[in-house]
């Protein structure tokens, strides 16, 4: 299911279907990003992931993969480069996308100071859609997932460090589009496409 549902064609105004070429996953952990997210490398879009560049900061320092370390490195970067530096780094890589590609996707855009930095620099290109799920059936995701499981404590704990040190609820409260991915991986699948389909999304 999809909030607001996607059973017939949005007037053009608000699909903005002619501007729209960079579209944002934004969610709590747990909630999908990362499974809409391979979808959408799978049909061709080409991406940035924002955590990837926690990711290179930690193979640079030579730490252990964990949530703490990662929790570490998003916030010393944002503490010293400010909230938008994930954004700032990323532009000259999402412009070379867009340059090569009638659309590119941003996987884990996280505070609003980003998102501001990302709508000032693409205005009308830019959609955002969030991905929501019941937090119990989150936990229970991150619980039972391969890589990187979260305790149920763990999980609360990071939801609560990303609300409050990373302003993560902004690009949510203010998202384009949310998809509800309460379901099944097919259903949420689904429900992305059709939203790709209404706003023309091609790679």
């Not at 105004?13 to 959408?40: F, I, N, T, W």
């Not at 709508?119 to 991905?131: D, H, I, R, S, T």
Request: hydrophobic share 45%; glycine share 6%; proline share 7%.
């Amino acid at each position: 299911m999809m909030f607001p549902r996607i059973n017939r064609p949005y007037p053009p105004a608000l699909l903005g279907e002619a501007q729209a070429r960079l579209l944002a996953l934004v969610g709590m952990p747990g909630a999908g990003k990362s499974l809409l997210a391979s979808y959408l490398e799978q049909q061709g879009f080409p991406q940035f992931r924002f955590g990837g560049i926690t990711m290179d900061e930690l193979e640079r320092r030579g730490w252990e993969v964990t949530p703490q370390n990662e929790r570490i490195v998003r916030e010393e970067i944002r503490a010293r480069e400010g909230m938008d530096a994930y954004a700032r780094r990323a532009l000259p890589i999402i412009h070379a996308m867009l340059t090569d590609h009638r659309a590119a996707v941003i996987d884990g855009l996280y505070s609003f100071s980003e998102y501001r930095t990302l709508k000032a620099e693409f205005g009308p290109q830019l959609v955002v859609v969030a991905v929501a799920c019941d937090r119990a059936l989150r936990y229970a995701r991150l619980a039972a997932r391969p890589e990187r499981p979260l305790t149920p404590q763990e999980a609360e704990g990071r939801d609560i460090a990303e609300i409050e040190s990373l302003e993560k609820g902004g690009p949510i409260a203010i998202a384009d589009f949310t998809i509800l991915n309460n379901t099944t991986p097919a259903d949420v699948i689904a429900a992305l496409q059709r939203l790709l389909d209404d706003l023309n999304l091609r790679p």
